[in-house]
């Protein structure tokens, strides 16, 4: 599916840690990988309100907590740089497709990281 909002079609998903050897690009790819593909099922399913919203990111929320295994098998982990850069791209994310009122912490509500 190609995204059709402009403004994250065009965005680089955690890219202060791709400027950082500690996070091997093939593990970040899969995770901007997931963020993109919350973006599609945004995109694809328009939730109406936060509890919608909120359902689809803590989803992707879990599939971060499955990737933390594979940062930790390459040397590396979600610690304190890579939780922030995460939610920050959950953020963008929310606030892209106008649900600027979210809070950031429930977005990510699942996270084991």
Same mark, same amino acid.
């Given at each position: 599916?190609?995204?059709?909002?402009?403004?994250?079609?065009?965005?680089?998903?955690?890219?202060?840690?791709?400027?950082?050897?500690?996070?091997?690009?093939?593990?970040?790819?899969?995770?901007?990988?997931?963020?993109?593909?919350?973006?599609?099922?945004?995109? /694809?399913?328009?939730?109406?309100?936060? &509890?919608?919203? %909120?359902?689809?990111?803590? $989803?992707?929320? =879990? #599939?971060?907590?499955?990737?933390?295994?594979?940062?930790?098998?390459?040397?590396?982990?979600?610690?304190?740089?890579?939780?922030?850069?995460? /939610?920050?791209?959950?953020?963008?994310? &929310?606030?892209? %497709?106008?649900?600027?009122? $979210?809070?950031? =912490? #429930?977005?990510?509500?699942?996270?084991?990281?």
């Amino acid at each position: 599916m190609s995204l059709t909002n402009e403004q994250v079609a065009g965005h680089t998903f955690l890219r202060q840690l791709y400027a950082d050897s500690y996070f091997p690009d093939r593990v970040l790819d899969k995770g901007a990988a997931i963020l993109v593909r919350l973006c599609e099922r945004i995109e /694809a399913q328009r939730p109406a309100d936060l &509890a919608a919203l %909120y359902v689809l990111t803590q $989803a992707a929320t =879990e #599939e971060f907590n499955l990737l933390e295994a594979e940062f930790e098998a390459a040397g590396s982990g979600i610690e304190t740089v890579a939780r922030e850069e995460i /939610a920050e791209g959950f953020w963008f994310v &929310a606030s892209a %497709y106008g649900f600027e009122d $979210a809070d950031i =912490e #429930e977005l990510i509500a699942t996270r084991d990281w």
